[in-house]
């Protein structure tokens, strides 16, 4: 299983992203997901979660700008950034619980993917 996440950039302070965590391989099936970020010099903190059924959980000081969802036929879970600030300038990672057969569930860190927001 891979996981790979896309969709950062260099953006300017008020706008929008979709961040993407794509998992990859033969039958697999995500039983849960978080997104993490990482500013540089700083503490790798955990952004959003999503489990298999839907539910979620964002980060306090970020639910009225963060949301998470997923798309389980495509294995993806996207990371929906909106009025994005300076502070949210951090590499952006995926983690999750999979599972494959006939390993089974096992836990898997993604790529990351780099958000700087210039204001």
């Known amino acids: 299983v891979q996981l790979q996440a896309s969709g950062g950039g260099l953006v300017q302070a008020g706008e929008s992203l979709r961040l993407s965590c794509r998992a990859s391989?033969?039958?697999?099936?995500?039983?849960?997901m978080a997104w993490y970020r990482q500013p540089l010099g700083k503490q790798r903190e955990q952004v959003a979660t999503?489990?298999?059924?839907?539910?979620?959980n964002v980060a306090a000081a970020l639910k009225d700008r963060f949301a998470i969802s997923q798309d389980i036929a495509k294995s993806t879970v996207y990371l929906q950034i909106n009025s994005l600030m300076a502070d949210d300038t951090a590499v952006y990672s995926c983690s999750g619980n999979v599972y494959t057969p006939p390993r089974g569930s096992e836990d898997y860190w993604g790529t990351g993917t780099e958000v700087t927001v210039s204001s």
């Open positions: 999503i489990t298999r059924d839907g539910r979620t």
């Open positions: 391989g033969n039958a697999l099936i995500i039983n849960n």
